[in-house]
């Protein structure tokens, strides 16, 4: 089974699509398509699909979900069936237990577990000082993503939690990306696509920080510091908040740079 969470919802068995059509039972798949290989409780598939206010009929009601997603996966796993008859069941791949259901990916893949081991191996890259390998690790995994997690499933209370615990590893991968291609120099080459994320992101610090390093090693220094000023009094007007000390002491590094000088070096900002 080959699963996408990390834009369009996508799970395929043996090539073929197992995506219902009808909002809940996308919402059950998506949930199990997720914890793929891990047991979903019935408690949390409910809550899902109906809140803390679930129906009278509510177990009965997602159990009529399960059949319909077996049946889709029944299909695609015939069309793959060898002459024989051997092969996994629908029961095989979405297994009963005793408080739930598990999604049995048959050792397949997995974009959300295919991010983190990239996303593991550039930190552990940038652990070592190997920036380049940093680099390229951290610039496949982001790669896998094609847009907001399950983007189009319409998301109960579980899945807008994941939804979020996903972007935030989604940004913090960023964020270490970039950090990586600061230090090695790509300053230029970092300037259109961080002028995109601190308009996306108006209040992320260490993406202005990023920013700001950016514009200044390219000669930009009073455009650096109006990002700051721009940055502060987004900050105070709307949360009544000072930027980091980590921020502010970018500001001061670039005030005392020469126009024509960077900051040093361990200016880059830590993502934390």
């Not at 290989?37 to 009278?56: C, F, I, K, N, Y």
């Not at 259901?101 to 050792?107: A, C, I, K, N, Q």
């Not at 291609?181 to 260490?206: F, I, M, Q, S």
């Not at 000023?229 to 987004?234: E, G």
Request: net charge neutral.
């Amino acid at each position: 089974m080959n699963i996408k969470v990390l834009g369009t919802l996508d799970v395929r068995e043996n090539g073929v699509s197992v995506m219902p059509t009808a909002p809940k039972p996308r919402q059950v798949l998506a949930l199990l398509a997720l914890h793929a290989d891990q047991v979903v409780s019935v408690a949390s598939l409910t809550e899902e699909l109906w809140g803390l206010t679930p129906p009278r009929s509510a177990r009965t009601t997602l159990q009529t979900y399960v059949l319909q997603l077996r049946e889709l996966i029944g299909a695609a796993l015939e069309a793959g069936r060898p002459k024989d008859g051997a092969g996994r069941t629908a029961k095989d791949v979405l297994v009963t237990l005793p408080g739930g259901y598990l999604l049995d990916s048959g050792g397949g893949t997995s974009d959300v577990r295919e991010f983190e081991q990239l996303a593991g191996a550039g930190y552990r890259a940038m652990d070592a000082g190997d920036l380049q390998g940093a680099a390229r690790q951290l610039r496949r995994a982001l790669d896998l993503w094609s847009g907001p997690a399950f983007a189009d499933v319409q998301a109960g209370e579980q899945l807008q939690t994941e939804a979020r615990r996903l972007e935030e590893t989604r940004l913090f991968a960023l964020d270490q990306r970039i950090e990586a291609d600061l230090r090695l120099g790509r300053h230029r080459d970092l300037l259109a696509e961080l002028t995109v994320l601190v308009n996306r992101y108006p209040t992320h610090e260490t993406l202005r920080g990023q920013y700001m390093l950016a514009l200044h090693r390219s000669g930009r220094r009073s455009e650096a510091l109006e990002a700051y000023q721009r940055l502060r009094a987004t900050l105070v007007r709307e949360m009544g908040l000072e930027p980091s000390a980590e921020l502010r002491r970018i500001q001061r590094l670039i005030l005392m740079a020469g126009p024509e000088t960077a900051p040093e070096q361990r200016a880059t900002p830590a993502s934390a």
